[in-house]
């Protein structure tokens, strides 16, 4: 997410759970729970600088920090991982380049760098413990160049899926992080494996991972379609149509259901989409003739939004689902949108508020 000139926002993340959101910040890190949107607390300046990203694990007191921002207090190619209970960093983790994405199972912690995928386990089974073991290096795995920092892991017990841009355009690579286990590989290499979907022919801007792992969303340069896949057969799952003007898609996200998806993108408008039930979602009635028929119809086929809701402001923000049929977005400016939609496609705003200012005379 783009830096905010009145904060120095620099990166909004939900937690897995999406119950919960941290602020990274030129000031620090601020916690926020979103439903009561409250403040949960805040790491400031004096104590870890100016921070780049920050990734919760679900509401454990542990979450990874990146400096970064205008006045980082340490290099941007560590990850500080800080305990809340303790008000203290407890251990470090240093990489041999800028870190650019984080990502957290109660297992396994994920650094994303521009060409490789760093993943590190813990020696015990819970992270929440009140002594948490320091995480040990597990596996270096080789990427395309990901500028982005492109990745995402299930957070599910059941599966251990991470997905991430492949060596070719356009692709997006399962693998198995059971197959990276060392107990598992001491017991036989009865772990997974990887594979290649092929979901677009340009490259690759945002991919999510539905709770349970069996689908993957996937979106490109060209910003105006969306493609949703088996994880497991790698057979396409659904097609969405964002628009037909190129846009910067920053943000997919599942329901906790998968009943639904959203994206938003720097056009400020959020669309949803129903996965369950497809025939919710809209399709343009154009007449296709004459030279222009081809075309027309991969509009008209295409499935168009179920709902949507436009932003005051034009630039990115990240979308999460906060109920069965809520959505909550949250933007650098520091406002909070929160919007409910019908299975009929009506979407009307519930609550506005702007986070990073609500709670300052309480601090």
Request: aromatic share 8%; glycine share 6%.
């Amino acid at each position: 997410m783009s830096s905010s000139k009145s904060h120095g926002v620099q990166n909004i993340r939900f937690n897995q759970d999406f119950g919960c959101f941290t602020v990274s910040m030129d000031s620090g890190v601020r916690i926020y729970n979103v439903e009561p949107l409250t403040e949960h607390g805040r790491i400031d300046y004096d104590t870890v600088g100016g921070i780049a990203h920050a990734e919760m694990l679900g509401r454990t007191n542990l979450l990874a920090l990146v400096a970064g921002g205008a006045t980082p207090r340490f290099p941007d190619r560590n990850v500080m991982v800080w305990d809340d209970l303790k008000r203290a960093v407890i251990f470090e983790i240093g990489l041999p380049s800028q870190v650019l994405s984080v990502r957290w199972r109660k297992d396994k912690l994920i650094v994303v760098l521009i060409n490789e995928i760093h993943v590190f386990y813990f020696p015990t089974s819970s992270t929440s413990e009140a002594s948490t073991p320091s995480p040990k290096h597990l596996s270096t795995v080789t990427t395309s160049l990901n500028p982005r920092g492109l990745c995402e892991v299930c957070s599910s017990v059941d599966c251990q899926l991470m997905v991430y841009p492949a060596r070719q355009r356009g692709a997006v690579l399962l693998k198995d992080l059971v197959c990276l286990d060392q107990e598992r590989e001491e017991r036989g290499g009865q772990g997974g494996s990887e594979s290649v979907c092929t979901t677009h022919s340009h490259d690759l801007t945002a991919i999510a991972l539905s709770p349970r792992g069996n689908m993957v969303a996937t979106a490109s340069t060209k910003g105006t379609i969306i493609r949703v896949h088996s994880t497991s057969s790698r057979d396409l799952v659904a097609e969405f149509r964002r628009g037909t003007d190129s846009a910067n898609i920053n943000c997919l996200c599942f329901s906790l259901d998968s009943e639904y998806m959203l994206c938003s993108s720097d056009k400020a408008t959020v669309h949803i989409f129903s996965i369950k039930d497809q025939t919710l979602n809209k399709k343009l009635s154009l007449p296709a003739v004459g030279i222009l028929s081809r075309a027309v119809s991969s509009y008209t086929e295409s499935q168009w939004g179920l709902a949507q809701f436009s932003l005051a402001k034009e630039g990115q923000c990240v979308c999460a689902f906060s109920g069965s049929r809520s959505v909550v977005a949250l933007c650098a400016d520091g406002s909070c949108h929160k919007y409910t939609f019908t299975t009929d496609g009506n979407c009307s705003r519930d609550a506005f508020n702007m986070f990073l200012d609500m709670f300052d005379d309480h601090m």
